[in-house]
């Protein structure tokens, strides 16, 4: 048991070393409302995610498949 002491002192000065240096976790409510920042990371994410459509399967299984995008070309050999 002094080896799981030793450790859980070591851990326990550890984040207490880090926590002075980056300051404590942030914390907010479970019921406040998630704060979008509609940044260009945010739109590009929009646009990516945009490029699949959800699919649910008759067991309720739900996956995301990329849209089709019809290019006007016909595959050769038809």
């Known amino acids: 048991m ?3 002491t030793g450790f859980l002192q ?3 000065q550890m984040t207490e070393k880090t926590r002075n240096v ?3 976790a942030d914390r907010s409510d479970f ?3 998630v704060v979008h920042k509609h940044d260009e990371y945010e739109s590009a994410s929009e646009a990516e995610l945009a490029e699949f459509e959800i699919e ?5 299984h739900t ?3 990329r849209k089709r995008h019809d290019t ?7």
């Not at 649910?56 to 309720?60: L, P």
């Open 2 to 4: 002094a080896g799981k």
């Open 56 to 60: 649910r399967d008759e067991e309720g």
């Open 31 to 33: 019921d406040s409302p």
């Open 72 to 78: 006007g070309m016909e595959t050769a050999g038809g």
């Open 22 to 24: 980056w300051g404590p």
């Open 63 to 65: 996956y995301a498949i």
């Open 10 to 12: 070591r851990f326990m």
